[in-house]
T-cell receptor
Framework: SAVISQKPSRDICQRGTSLTIQCQVD?????MFWYRQQPGQSLTLIAT?????????ESGFVIDKFPISRPNLTFSTLTVSNMSPEDSSIYLC?????????????FGSGTRLTVV | AQSVTQPDIHITVSEGASLELRCNYS??????LFWYVQSPGQGLQLLLK??????LVQGIKGFEAEFKRSQSSFNLRKPSVHWSDAAEYFC????????????FGGGTRVLVKP
């Protein structure tokens, strides 16, 4: 299975600023996914990022707030823009090797974001 | 749309006792089903998965799960719990028809008593 390096692992940010989270995969993956886990909650899918195309956002999430880049098959970033305390969450990326979708997605270790 | 329900928010079990976590899904076709575990401050680790075939699947750390189509369930079991099993457990469903996206249940927090 793929191994994902996610950084930063945690950050404390001022409201109104932006934070970019990076995920690096050790193998080529077609699809990468970004999730948000609010305190004490389950995971909610933010968007799906395919290389070479615009990310597809789930209902309730917009590109202006959560811009995503996917420059190649092993890397993606998620930016949380114009942050407010309500954005305080754990953000996780996920992927599975190309051709092995649904054989078990690997997750990054998460970014714990606190907005003050 | 696919959905997953984990009816139990918290479960407390004594060390050495058996554990069963419930998961019910809703999806038109046969989905792909997963169980993940999240230890405090950690990411998600895949315990086991079901695609097709044998409805009883074995996973890591001594866990197993049984797919029951008639009940739309995929319950996770462990015969004897260890203190290190204290964690949050998530059931998830995916399907190619849904763009391979995973939908997660609300999670069940397991506490292990000495």
């Amino acid at each position: 299975s793929a191994v994902i390096s996610q950084k930063p692992s945690r950050d404390i940010c001022q409201r109104g600023t932006s934070l970019t989270i990076q995920c690096q995969v050790d193998s080529q993956v077609t699809m990468m996914f970004w999730y948000r886990q609010q305190p004490g909650q389950s995971l909610t899918l933010i968007a799906t990022a395919n290389q070479g195309s615009e990310a597809t956002y789930e209902s309730g999430f917009v590109i202006d707030k959560f811009p995503i880049s996917r420059p190649n098959l092993t890397f993606s970033t998620l930016t949380v823009s114009n942050m407010s305390p309500e954005d305080s969450s754990i953000y996780l990326c996920s992927a599975t090797p190309t051709g092995k979708e649904l054989y078990g997605y690997t997750f990054g270790s998460g970014t714990r974001l606190t907005v003050v | 749309a696919q959905s997953v329900t984990q009816p139990d928010i918290h479960i407390t079990v004594s060390e050495g006792a058996s554990l069963e976590l419930r998961c019910n899904y809703s999806y038109g076709a046969t989905p792909y089903l997963f169980w993940y575990v999240q230890s405090p401050g950690q990411g998600l680790q895949l315990l086991l998965k079901y695609f097709s075939g044998d409805t009883l699947v074995q996973g890591i750390k001594g866990f197993e799960a049984e797919f029951k189509r008639s009940q739309s369930s995929f319950n996770l079991r462990k015969p004897s719990v260890h203190w290190s099993d204290a964690a949050e457990y998530f059931c998830a469903v995916g399907a190619r028809a849904a763009g391979n996206k995973l939908t997660f249940g609300g999670g069940t927090r397991v506490l292990v008593k000495p």
